[in-house]
């Protein structure tokens, strides 16, 4: 599903100058850096908490819609977020495998999100209360992501660009079913119709916050932009995104819950675009410091899915000794 | 194999920087140094590559081609994968 604006990476680094500026060189002339490649400390960390952040939010972001799979309400939206939420699990897989050329293994990564030391994209943090949630997630939070990492496909770094190409193509259909599932609402009894309000209303914001703070206020962005691994500043993604969302919206007769949002002329260079109200940094910052209403939950849901699970990679080493050994007989037989 | 028979490698080459590895032939070499430096001779005469994979052929796992239905024929019944399962208006724009 989704990256986050990035949330504390150290991207310094103490190589000299030269090698420095050799460096910016190649990202300059748009080469991509390959994991063999020389690269600065401070970029390679930069990227292993980036790529490591972005595959939990994929994995974590499973469970706020893995909870409405059995109350889906036809077999088609059953079969539809079934498969979306298993695109999701596939997505995590791509990026822990692009991280892992890094150098970071999979087991470090695991369980820093086990013990609750890593980040992940604070939307995951709220709760999924309705159906309706369903459709709104895939409309927003899914179009939200997908805004964010269109632009990743063109990242420096080779594994992370390669793996986003393959996510994008999969993140299209998660947002269309997202939005036939709200417009199916909208256009439905006026009790649907408000169950779709009611859940826009919860969501808008913390969408709006998955962009990361502003610009102003945000550590890492120039650093980041000169390596080439952001593309765009999160405001210019978070402005993209309400521009493209408000005739979405518009069109199925729902309300952004936003008295200041309004259409200016001047904006984005003259073109016109949409100035919005502000947002509620502090809540963004409890949710991501870990006091949103979920961060207990899902990691503790992938705590006890780790836990459960580990019967299964017992047996599973278990059969394949198992199976060199009989192998290792047919063969002896055989000779 | 027999013991003084020189390995088989599969050679995977970089086309241009920022594409993965392409599978593109295979070659037989003594060791990894002579399968890379054959593989050059043999794959890159005309600057076709950036940079270069090899791996003995005895270690990679393929499935069976004749296992191609039961592993791959499930997704074809799958269509809600795809975004044109949807009707999504024109009038939103792009989704
Ligand atoms: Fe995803
Ligand atoms: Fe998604």
Redesign the interface.
Known sequence: MYSQGLIGADGSTDESQEVLAAFQQRIDAE??I?PNDFMPQGYRRTLIRQIGQHAHSEIVGMLPEGNWITRAPTL?RK??LL?KVQ?EGGHGLYLYSAAETLGVSREEMTEELLAGKAKYSSIFNYPTLTWADIGTIGWLVD?AAIMNQIPLCRCSF?PY??AMIRVCKEE??H???G??IV?TLAQGTPEQKAMAQESLDRWWWPVLMMFGPHDADSQHGDQSMAWKIKRFSNDELRQKFVD?TV??AE?LGLTLPDPDLKWNPEKNGGQGGHDFGAIDWDEFWAVVKGRGAMNRQRVEARRKAWEEGAWVREAALVHAQKRAERNRLMTQAAE | MAENETPLWEVFIRPRNGLSHKHCGSIHAADEVMAVQAARDVYTRRGEGQSIWVVRSADIIASDPKDKDELFEPTAEKIYRHPSFYKIPDEVGHM
């Open positions: 080469e991509k390959e088609k079969a539809a498969a695109d179009g080779g660009a390669r299209s259909f947002q269309r079913q939005y036939e417009m493209a005739p979405q069109y």
